[in-house]
């Protein structure tokens, strides 16, 4: 299927009752992928080696758990054939909040990661030699 037909009005809203499209499985692995990469993140996150980076990884494991968990809950409307959440505009319209919310998290992340990084590191110096309070 190529993108003009996979974009067309009747492909979007329309649910084949007899077989599951090759774009409706490619949604299917993309939401299993992102739930994979939850659990990878997550587990990053609870082993990352600073607060900052915890931080910014469990930022990025909701990001990828809850568009996973969508575009997979989407599937079993697919399967099941519910009316509109069942369509290929809904798995789309997912996707799309994910990118609109990756986008913003990306460009944070950039901005202030290196920063809050730098920072935490020089309040673990500091620690170092301030007096041990009991």
């Known amino acids: 299927m ?3 037909a996979l974009f067309s009005v009747q492909s979007l809203f329309d649910i084949n009752r007899v077989t599951m499209g090759r774009a409706d ?7 299993l992928l992102l739930v994979l990469l939850a659990i990878i993140l997550k587990l990053a996150a609870a082993y990352a080696p600073t607060p900052v980076d915890k ?6 494991f909701s990001l990828f758990a809850w568009i996973g968990i969508l ?3 989407w599937f ?3 399967a ?20 609109a919310w990756f986008v913003p998290l990306v460009i944070k ?3 202030f990661y290196g920063k809050e990084k730098a920072q935490w590191e020089k309040d673990q110096v500091k620690q170092k030699y301030l007096p041990k309070q009991a």
Request: charged share 20%.
């Open 55 to 60: 931080k910014y990884r469990g930022k990025f």
């Open 80 to 99: 099941q054939f519910v009316r509109f959440f069942g369509t290929r505009f809904t798995a789309l319209v997912i996707l799309l909040i994910g990118a």
């Open 25 to 31: 499985l490619a949604f299917m692995f993309i939401g």
């Open 109 to 111: 992340t950039f901005r």
């Open 71 to 73: 575009e997979l809950l």
């Open 76 to 78: 079993g409307a697919r």
């Open 2 to 4: 190529n993108l003009k």
